[in-house]
């Protein structure tokens, strides 16, 4: 007998092991970035940081939105509980993305 737990509570919490990810990896990689000399540069630098920040939160986008979209057709009618939460989770991941890209695109970045 197979132990399915660990499978289904992973496919559940993908969405927000992505959101976690994200996160870290968007801020580790503007910190060091503006601490190295990469945002010594006026323009360059700056434009770079900008750039992979913005491809770093749209790839996720993706993969959250791709996540969402898996959790809704996997969704049984029959009110079962896992597809309710991988369907909550997901659209939570979607969110919380997005509202982790806003500062990042928004604000400059090393105001230091």
């Known amino acids: 007998m197979r132990d399915r737990l660990a499978p289904l509570s992973f496919d559940a919490c993908a969405p ?6 994200h996160f870290f990896g968007a801020y580790v990689f503007a910190a060091a970035a503006c601490l190295t000399s990469l945002a010594d ?6 434009s ?4 992979v920040l913005i ?4 790839a996720a986008l993706l993969c959250a939105l791709w996540l969402l979209i898996r959790a809704g057709r996997r969704r049984r009618p029959d009110g079962r509980l896992l ?3 991988r369907l909550g989770c997901a659209a ?5 993305i997005a509202w982790t890209g806003l ?3 928004l604000l400059s970045t090393c105001v230091a």
């Open 55 to 58: 491809v770093w939160t749209m």
């Open 83 to 85: 597809s309710g939460v």
């Open 103 to 105: 500062p990042l695109l």
């Open 92 to 96: 939570l991941g979607l969110v919380g």
């Open 16 to 21: 927000l092991l992505l959101w976690a990810l």
């Open 48 to 51: 770079v940081i900008w750039l």
């Open 41 to 46: 540069t006026e323009w360059m630098g700056r």
